[in-house]
């Protein structure tokens, strides 16, 4: 069953436009083919260039044969581009809006929103973001999605979009140590932030979600996290 059938037939279907799919699954391999062709066509030019870089690989393109080595870099161009077209097609968000409930579809996975439980919607950068009524993040949705179309569907079903995050001013960046937080959250954002360092997306999701447990909204910029409380738990006290 799709998306679309179990929101229900008052939903808003939200994705994206035939024309711009299609762009992507011809541009990026046509794309790819041009700069592979291009690739070999200047390979001997940037080989004698002593300054440039890759000179090995440019060497390597400029000593094979034609007409192979044409065919061989255009298509290889064609097949990173048909790779490409199939991550953007993977990113694209596509949403069915309704007044009880919604339901957003990314890479083959839903996930629901229900309208009684969303104090706020908005977007953040490249995610989607849905908080509950205890201002915890019930949804952190990273993808390509047309804000302009997500903010007219979300207002038109009763849904309390902002056009930011509400709650940016109760951020505060974490160091180590910092009062207001137990050993336990400490613990967490120290692995988090080893997670971060190292680019290992998963784990940083996993221990978001375990800061969540604890009352603790948490976000990243340029691998720096700040956090805040939600409004269901006290802040903790400072140990002595």
């Given amino acids: 069953m799709s998306a679309e059938d179990t929101a229900g037939k008052e939903a808003t279907r939200i994705g994206p436009g035939t024309g711009s799919r299609a762009l992507a699954r011809a541009g990026f391999p046509v794309l790819g083919a041009a700069l592979g062709w291009l690739l070999d066509a200047a390979a001997g030019w940037v080989a004698g260039l002593p300054w440039a870089p ?6 390597l393109v400029a000593s094979l ?3 192979q080595a044409t065919i061989g870099a255009a298509l290889l161009g064609l097949l990173a581009g048909v790779l490409l077209a199939l991550l953007a097609e993977h990113d694209y968000v596509h949403a069915a809006v309704g007044p009880a409930r919604t339901v957003l579809t990314r890479g083959g996975r839903n996930h629901i929103l229900h309208r009684a439980d969303v104090s706020a919607v908005f977007p953040d950068g490249t995610h989607l973001v849905a908080l509950g009524r205890r201002t915890e993040e019930l949804l952190r949705l990273k993808g390509d999605f047309d804000t302009g179309a997500f903010a007219a569907a979300f207002r038109a079903h009763g849904y309390p979009w902002q056009d930011t995050d509400p709650h940016a001013a109760e951020y505060r960046r974490w160091v180590a140590g910092l009062p207001g937080l137990d050993a336990g959250a400490h613990a967490l954002l120290k692995a988090r932030a080893h997670a971060l360092e ?14 969540a447990a604890l009352g603790i909204v948490v976000r990243e910029e ?7 409380r939600d409004r269901g738990l006290p802040a903790a006290e400072p140990e002595t």
């Fill in 65 to 67: 044969p034609e007409p």
């Fill in 222 to 228: 340029k691998k720096q996290q700040f956090f805040r």
């Fill in 54 to 59: 890759l000179q090995g690989l440019f060497r």
């Fill in 198 to 211: 190292k680019s290992r997306a998963d784990d940083a999701a996993q221990l978001r979600e375990e800061l």
